[in-house]
């Protein structure tokens, strides 16, 4: 079998924007639900959480650090690995990307100053496994090269705020298209 890495690259494309689709369904039926208390999406909201959540109730909301998570994954794992290292570098030198890093934090030996070294950072975290999301939904993303000559002692830390995570998924969604469909 050929692989046809266009027409997989519009499928990644295509499944990013179903999601980025379901992310803003999920908020509007949130936002019902908060102006609402007796409605039908707060009514579906409280039934799944009852199903699904360990928790007791309230249940939580529909915009959680889950969706967050999931976005960023797909926007800057999944999707991110379709693209050229050209590509990539076209995407965040987009105007699309202006301000997406302004709340990161970053502390460790690594030099990311620049945007592509952030990137790969978290890009790298979310590939290993290397998250951490507080009790205040800020997302620690960590990467640490522990082999040969280029061992650093200890990670490097690159943290960020949920709603940050989810406008640099968003963005990078957005200028990678610009960049692939201009």
């Known amino acids: 079998m050929v692989l046809d890495i266009d027409a997989d690259k519009k499928q990644r494309f295509h499944i990013v924007q179903l999601a980025m689709f379901n992310a803003d369904v999920l908020a509007s039926i949130q936002r019902e639900a908060e102006t609402n208390a007796n409605g039908v999406c707060k009514t579906l909201i409280d039934q799944s959480g009852e199903r699904n ?11 959680n650090q889950s969706l967050f998570f999931a976005m960023a994954y797909l926007s800057l794992v999944w999707l991110r690995e379709s693209l050229s290292n050209e590509e990539v570098e076209a995407a965040l030198a987009s105007e699309k990307m202006m301000g997406v890093w302004s709340d990161a934090s970053l502390s460790g030996p690594r030099d990311v100053s620049a945007d592509i070294q952030k990137l790969r950072l978290v890009r790298n975290a979310l590939s290993h496994g290397n998250v951490e999301i ?38 990078f969604y957005y200028a990678a298209s610009d960049v692939i469909y201009s």
């Open 53 to 63: 959540v360990a928790a007791a109730p309230p249940a939580p909301s529909t915009v």
């Open 134 to 171: 507080d009790h205040d939904f800020v997302f620690s993303f960590w990467d640490q090269n522990k082999r040969g000559s280029n061992n650093e002692g200890s990670a490097t830390v690159l943290k960020m705020k949920s709603d940050s995570v989810g406008r640099l998924a968003t963005q």
